[in-house]
């Protein structure tokens, strides 16, 4: 079946420990979008590419960046975690932008 | 902020009965969507009205849209245990930046 694959589904890192999270797509849409989202709250958007262009929120802080090798994959950097990046990290992908969004089921990740 | 707002925050309601939900948005729009999110999962996405459209069903749901009021509900009959979740609005704003921004969200319990 056609999805979006996170990986690793839970990820625990260490204050200041840089940490990379993963998102392949075998949907073959042109958008890719990264959200965090933290608990009860709604997903934020952080970053998304139209094919190769990359589009980053105003406000997304610059400990995090975004890489898209291919149409497949996407990666998250979070250079040096705080505290506060502890949250939920989905990846989405559409066809085209501003329509249907298919979701990953999300990466966990902790910082000690 | 462009993020929309949903009322309820949370509903519990009786296996069977139906289960309505409101959100409101602040801009002029494209289309708007319901997604719904289990605990500790990705979103899914339920359905999609366009901005012309006054009403749309799929299966059990019923999506309005009020963009005179800049307001949208849904409604699900004949409500099951399996329903419970989190459901958020999102809307694509109509001056073109190809994104969702989402509402805040109503997390809905269905008691057998």
């Known amino acids: 079946d056609a999805m979006v694959i996170q990986n690793p589904r839970y990820q625990v890192t260490q204050f200041g420990k840089p940490v990379t999270l993963s998102c392949s797509q075998t949907?073959?849409?042109?958008?890719m979008y990264w959200y965090q989202q933290k608990s009860s709250q709604a997903p934020k958007l952080l970053f998304h590419?139209?094919?190769?262009?990359?589009?980053n929120e105003a406000d997304t802080p610059d400990n995090f960046q975004s890489r898209r090798p291919n149409t497949s994959f996407c990666f998250l950097d979070i250079r040096s975690p705080g505290l506060g990046d502890a949250a939920m990290y989905l990846c989405?992908?559409?066809?085209?932008?501003?329509?249907?969004?298919?979701f990953g089921p999300g990466t966990r990740l902790t910082v000690l | 902020s462009q993020q929309g707002e949903e009322d309820p925050q949370a509903l519990s309601i009786q296996e069977g009965e139906n289960a309505t939900m409101n959100c409101s948005y602040k801009t002029s729009i494209n289309n708007l969507q319901w997604y719904r999110q289990n605990s500790g999962r990705g979103l899914v996405h339920l359905i999609l009205?366009?901005?012309?459209?006054r009403e749309k069903h799929s299966g059990r749901l019923r999506v309005t849209l009020d963009t005179s009021k800049k307001s949208s509900s849904l409604l699900i009959t004949a409500s099951r245990a399996a329903d419970t979740a989190s459901y958020f609005c999102a809307t694509e704003a109509n001056f073109g930046n190809e994104k969702l921004t989402f509402g805040t969200g109503t997390r809905l319990t269905i008691i057998p």
């Open positions: 989405a992908t559409s066809s085209l932008a501003g329509e249907e969004q298919f």
């Open positions: 009205i366009r901005s012309n459209e």
């Open positions: 590419y139209y094919d190769k262009d990359f589009n």
């Open positions: 949907l073959n849409h042109n958008v």
